[in-house]
């Protein structure tokens, strides 16, 4: 049992990247990722059985698969009642060095293997077959074969399951994310300050033709029930939004973090009514504009995350 716990750590970091793509969830990945383990352990407990296994990275990605399959239909009906828009939860790191890279290649793996939450988003529009077929192929170079043995369906209908997710993530009303950190930190910077500004026509021309903005907050708190689009009306529902935070004055704390890999910030305040409110930002930035501002204040989503710090202040310049 000792081995087999040593081979399986060896490959935890690798089905815990296969997980959260497929289930935009941070902790139903650690779950599946448990439930992986669980099979491995019950089903090569007899070392003569564990021999027979030539490939175990390919055994458990296809397991690990099959178990967020079907956690991704049980989650379809769990989505359709779910208040309001939905976004995932988020996985919060901090900012790298200023020059845009981490010291340790080994953290710079770590982040070029992360999510952007625009892509997160996009992938909640497939069929649980289509996500599966799309991250397995697409993302981790899964052969068809393989897929197809995971849906329990044919190599030709793999390929058209992923024909058509690889079609959904490239529509034209999906948010791009193709800036690097630098390019990230550039805009951001124009968009706080022209925020902070006040003027919606500065504001307005930070953000693409195409911007959308996602609040989830889980039916807790107020919040767009529908995203909003187009950059006049983000424009002017972000100036409400900071408007609001410069009358909370010293009461709002937030600080730059990477979210899903991407630019944003976390801030703590309190609410109206006494209670305390986390928010998580993060962005998608193509072209030297933002296309998508994503907020999660869902506390369900966001109470994992350690305290913001009294040391910072708004607006969360970086």
């Known amino acids: 049992m000792t081995d087999l716990a040593a081979e399986f750590e060896a490959e935890r970091g690798h089905l815990m990247a296969v997980a959260h793509r497929m289930l935009g969830s941070r902790s139903e990945a650690e779950d599946a990722v448990q439930e992986t383990w669980l099979r491995y352990a019950g089903a090569f407990a007899d070392p003569a059985a564990r021999a027979q296994i030539r490939e175990l990275r390919g055994w458990l990605t296809t397991t690990c698969s099959r178990i967020c399959l079907d956690v991704l239909r049980s989650a379809r009906?769990?989505?359709?009642?779910y208040p309001g828009q939905w976004l995932p939860e988020?996985?919060?790191?901090?900012?790298?060095?200023?020059?845009?890279?981490?010291?340790d290649p080994a953290e710079r793996a770590v982040?070029?293997?992360?999510?952007?939450?625009?892509?997160?988003?996009?992938?909640?529009?497939?069929?649980?077959?289509?996500?599966?077929?799309?991250?397995?192929?697409?993302?981790?170079?899964?052969?068809?074969?393989?897929?197809?043995?995971?849906?329990?369906?044919?190599?030709?209908a793999a390929r058209q399951l992923a024909s058509r997710a690889r079609r959904a993530v490239a529509a034209p009303d999906v948010p791009r994310h193709t800036a690097d950190l630098a390019e990230?930190?550039?805009v951001l910077a124009a968009f706080i300050a022209a925020a902070e500004s006040g003027e919606l026509e500065r504001l307005v021309q930070v953000l693409a033709p195409d911007v959308v903005l996602i609040g989830d907050s889980g039916g807790h708190f107020p919040a767009a029930r529908r995203p909003v689009v187009g950059p006049e009306a983000v424009a002017r529902f972000v100036l409400g939004l900071f408007g609001q935070a410069s009358r909370y004055g010293d009461r709002v704390l937030a600080r730059p973090v990477l979210v899903d890999g991407a630019l944003g910030w976390q801030a703590e305040t309190v609410f109206r009514d006494g209670r305390p409110i986390r928010v998580v930002t993060?962005?998608?930035?193509?072209?030297?504009?933002?296309?998508g501002v994503f907020n999660q204040l869902n506390p369900e989503k966001v109470a994992q995350l350690p305290a913001v710090g009294a040391q910072t202040g708004w607006p969360p310049h970086s």
């Open 77 to 81: 009906v769990r989505r359709e009642a």
């Open 90 to 103: 988020p996985v919060v790191t901090d900012v790298p060095a200023a020059d845009g890279f981490a010291p």
């Open 111 to 156: 982040r070029a293997d992360q999510l952007g939450t625009a892509l997160l988003v996009v992938l909640e529009r497939l069929s649980p077959e289509q996500r599966v077929a799309f991250v397995l192929h697409d993302v981790f170079a899964v052969p068809f074969a393989t897929v197809a043995d995971v849906l329990g369906t044919t190599t030709v």
């Open 184 to 186: 990230q930190q550039r």
């Open 282 to 291: 993060s962005f998608a930035v193509h072209d030297g504009r933002i296309t």
